[in-house]
């Protein structure tokens, strides 16, 4: 009871509050909505051209006239998935399953076969209506927003709120799992931790784009790659165990006793909060990294971001969900978050398996730092060209909310994510709704270029009733 009586216990009751209303009764059906609306009408473009995402993946650097170098379709690629791929995927899974049961893991993975769409198609717009900057392309929803709908007001609500989002309420998530992380496998002081966090995501933030898609495209994978090569050790090490884990997954799900007992809902909600909070589709984070990368069709770019919610999810979280399931530990009630996770895999492979939990954590986790960091200096610049403001915001989200991060507590900054998440996505698809019919006409495009056996060119010409408010595609 102290807790709560204590100023952070009802901070965290009065944001909770606010963010389960907001997506109980609005976020779930408009996110849901959208993405089965945009399936269905691009003709399950995330299904029948994944063949297609890996090929354009293979993309390597352009070089620009004067001898520099665009951002390459794999380093944007690299950028969004290092965002995405982090806390979501080690803590945000294990919180999801200790909230919700193994059912929320379903919902996990429908909001990402689904929601692949809604990264097409988001995606597809960044790069229609991007711009030129000083070292690279840059976009997003806060340029669609103000280009496609003619609505700046509604571009600099946008770029408010993923500023505070990613810049700010997200880094202080990550920080806070490193720092969980490493105090539960090497018994190391959070707020040491926090302040060589701290120290480190200020030395590389202020480097820019250039800096954090090389660091991403390296990190990424290896990353990426060896918790997979563990995940599938351990699962093959129970291979008999999943066919009763994958039936009480969507037992769960749907099951008379969660219907029953009310919690049916929660379950849903919690499966799609910590999937979207994992791979962002929707949520208009992934275009400030797609509008960067230098390709000849909008399209080949929405279609590998549309690879990334994957890639993520279905991979990535999915060996996650089958770690925890497989030990049994989330039964226990004893641990949440990273930990939950760290105790599944000394449950299977001894004490080795939280020390490795903690490395990975840190690169997953720093990734997506300086991935976040990105995002919100995009709209940073959208909103002003004042160098003393984008001074102060590297400096608050790479330094001040990191080290918030790392002594504040799971639940407040897991709560503060949660509403801002919300509220951006509901911002974002609000605008992508009404600007769906473009992409749908760039596919239409693209598949016939296909078709007649060339490599897809885009001219803005070919949309003359927006071709003025075109900054690119000349």
Same mark, same amino acid.
């Given at each position: 009871m102290g807790e709560f009586f204590s100023a952070e216990g009802w901070l965290n009751v009065a944001i909770t509050t606010i963010q389960d209303y907001i997506w109980t009764y609005l976020l779930i059906a408009v996110l849901l909505g959208c993405a089965v609306y945009f399936t269905v009408r691009s003709g399950f473009v995330q299904f029948r051209m994944l063949g297609e995402m890996i090929k354009l993946l293979g993309s390597s650097n352009k070089k620009k006239e004067n001898g520099g170098k665009q951002i390459s379709s794999f380093q944007a690629f690299a950028v969004s998935v290092a965002s995405s791929v982090g806390t979501g995927n080690l803590a945000g899974v294990a919180l999801a399953i200790t909230t919700g049961g193994p059912g929320a893991v379903f919902w996990m993975w429908l909001i990402a076969l689904l929601g692949s769409a809604t990264a097409f198609v988001e995606s597809t717009l960044a790069q229609l209506f991007k711009t030129k900057g000083e070292h690279s392309f840059i976009g997003g929803p806060a340029y669609y927003m103000k280009k496609g709908l003619h609505k700046p007001w509604m571009g600099s609500l946008f770029a408010i709120l993923l500023t505070c989002t990613f810049g700010f309420s997200y880094n202080s998530i990550q920080s806070n799992t490193i720092c969980s992380a490493m105090e539960k496998a090497f018994g190391f002081d959070p707020f040491i931790v926090g302040i060589i966090l701290t120290v480190i995501s200020l030395s590389v933030v202020f480097?820019?784009?250039?800096?954090?898609?090389?660091?991403?495209?390296?990190?990424?994978? /290896?990353?990426?790659? @060896?918790? #997979?090569?563990? *995940?599938?050790? $351990?699962?093959?090490?129970?291979?008999?165990? %999943?066919? =009763?884990?994958?039936?009480?997954?969507?037992?769960?799900?749907?099951?008379?006793?969660?219907?029953?007992?009310?919690?049916?809902?929660?379950?849903?909600?919690?499966?799609?909060?910590?999937?979207?909070?994992?791979?962002?589709?929707?949520?208009?984070?992934?275009?400030?990294?797609?509008?960067?990368?230098?390709?000849?069709?909008?399209?080949?770019?929405?279609?590998?971001?549309?690879?990334?919610?994957?890639?993520?999810?279905?991979?990535?979280?999915?060996?996650?969900?089958?770690?925890?399931?497989?030990?049994?530990?989330?039964?226990?009630?004893?641990?949440?978050?990273?930990?939950?996770?760290?105790?599944?895999?000394?449950?299977? /492979?001894?004490?080795? @398996?939280? #020390?490795?939990? *903690?490395?990975? $954590?840190?690169?997953?986790?720093?990734?997506? %730092?300086? =991935?976040?960091?990105?995002?919100?200096?995009?709209?940073?610049?959208?909103?002003?060209?004042?160098?003393?403001?984008?001074?102060?915001?590297?400096?608050?989200?790479?330094?001040?909310?990191?080290?918030?991060?790392?002594?504040?507590?799971?639940?407040?900054?897991?709560?503060?994510?949660?509403?801002?998440?919300?509220?951006l996505t509901a911002c974002n698809l609000t605008a992508v709704i009404l600007l769906s019919h473009y992409p749908m006409r760039l596919l239409k495009d693209y598949l016939a270029q296909k078709k007649a056996g060339k490599d897809p060119v885009f001219h803005k010409s070919q949309l003359p009733e927006i071709e003025n408010d075109l900054d690119c595609w000349e």
């Open positions: 480097g820019g784009i250039q800096r954090i898609s090389k660091v991403s495209s390296v990190l990424v994978p /290896v990353m990426a790659v @060896g918790y #997979i090569i563990l *995940a599938v050790f $351990i699962i093959g090490m129970n291979i008999t165990m %999943i066919p =009763g884990i994958i039936k009480h997954i969507f037992a769960q799900a749907f099951g008379l006793e969660q219907f029953a007992g009310g919690t049916l809902g929660a379950v849903l909600m919690t499966g799609i909060k910590r999937g979207l909070f994992s791979n962002e589709a929707g949520e208009g984070s992934a275009p400030n990294a797609a509008a960067t990368s230098d390709v000849s069709h909008p399209v080949k770019q929405g279609l590998i971001q549309s690879l990334a919610v994957f890639t993520d999810t279905i991979l990535i979280c999915s060996c996650t969900a089958f770690i925890i399931l497989i030990s049994g530990e989330y039964q226990n009630g004893m641990s949440d978050g990273i930990v939950l996770t760290q105790s599944a895999l000394e449950h299977e /492979v001894g004490s080795i @398996g939280s #020390i490795f939990i *903690a490395c990975a $954590i840190l690169s997953f986790a720093f990734s997506s %730092i300086i =991935g976040n960091y990105f995002y919100g200096e995009t709209n940073v610049r959208y909103l002003t060209k004042s160098k003393l403001v984008l001074t102060l915001y590297r400096i608050c989200s790479g330094g001040v909310v990191v080290m918030f991060g790392a002594v504040a507590s799971l639940q407040l900054v897991w709560s503060f994510g949660d509403l801002f998440m919300a509220l």
